[in-house]
């Protein structure tokens, strides 16, 4: 199917489908529609059928989409089956963690090296290296990466991020809790810890004031 261009929010839904299909377990229909699907995720039929109808055509009628041919369009879409190499600037125990996650090899992301101020060791736990900030640039260019990862303290992302753009790096997945000024062209997506607390903690908030407004 030709790659169309999306935006960021269906990109955002995407993995959702994605994870939801994966899980599902072996004993499930092989086939399944857009409507199962919005109905499971709580999310707008209509929605969902646009969503897919983007990354694939196997959609038919009253059939729905065969789920392995589904999970493949949109793993294909989003770049899953080619590898995307990585570096991460901040060799704490955040950045660590991300190193250590296998899990990412699934989504296509290779991270191949870390680079701290002042690191501790030479390598992860599992073996991957950990260089001085001072060999950045030569890394980036040699192995001609394009994406960055920042798991270092806000006070230093700025910092961190304009070496990054330096060396040629186009994306960055940014774990500090700050804002980052970057060129247009340059991709920031953002994990912003604190927010996502805060979102739980308010909802939980409503849920008890509900339980005991229900409980008079």
């Not at 169309?4 to 929010?9: A, F, L, Q, V």
């Not at 038919?60 to 899953?80: H, M, N």
């Not at 774990?175 to 991709?187: G, Q």
Request: net charge negative.
């Amino acid at each position: 199917m030709e790659k169309k261009t999306i935006s960021k929010s269906v990109l955002k839904r995407l993995p959702v489908y994605l994870t939801y299909l994966k899980n599902l377990p072996e004993s499930a229909p092989p086939n399944i529609s857009a409507t199962a699907m919005a109905t499971a995720l709580g999310m707008g039929e209509v929605q969902v059928r646009k969503d897919l109808a983007m990354v694939s055509d196997g959609g038919r009628p009253k059939i729905g989409y065969l789920r392995e041919s589904l999970i493949d369009d949109i793993e294909q879409f989003l770049g899953y089956d080619n590898t995307t190499d990585a570096v991460l600037i901040g060799a704490g125990k955040l950045g660590q963690a991300l190193m250590g996650y296998q899990g990412f090899a699934d989504y296509g992301l290779n991270i191949l090296a870390a680079f701290d101020i002042n690191p501790k060791t030479d390598h992860s736990d599992e073996g991957k290296p950990i260089y001085p900030i001072e060999k950045l640039t030569a890394f980036c260019r040699s192995h001609k990466v394009l994406m960055g990862i920042l798991t270092v303290p806000a006070e230093h992302a700025q910092e961190a991020a304009d070496l990054l753009i330096a060396c040629g790096i186009k994306a960055i997945w940014n774990f500090a809790p700050t804002h980052l000024d970057v060129p247009p062209h340059i991709l920031i997506q953002n994990e912003n810890m604190a927010m996502s607390l805060a979102v739980l903690s308010v909802h939980l908030q409503a849920q008890i004031k509900e339980e005991k407004e229900n409980a008079k």
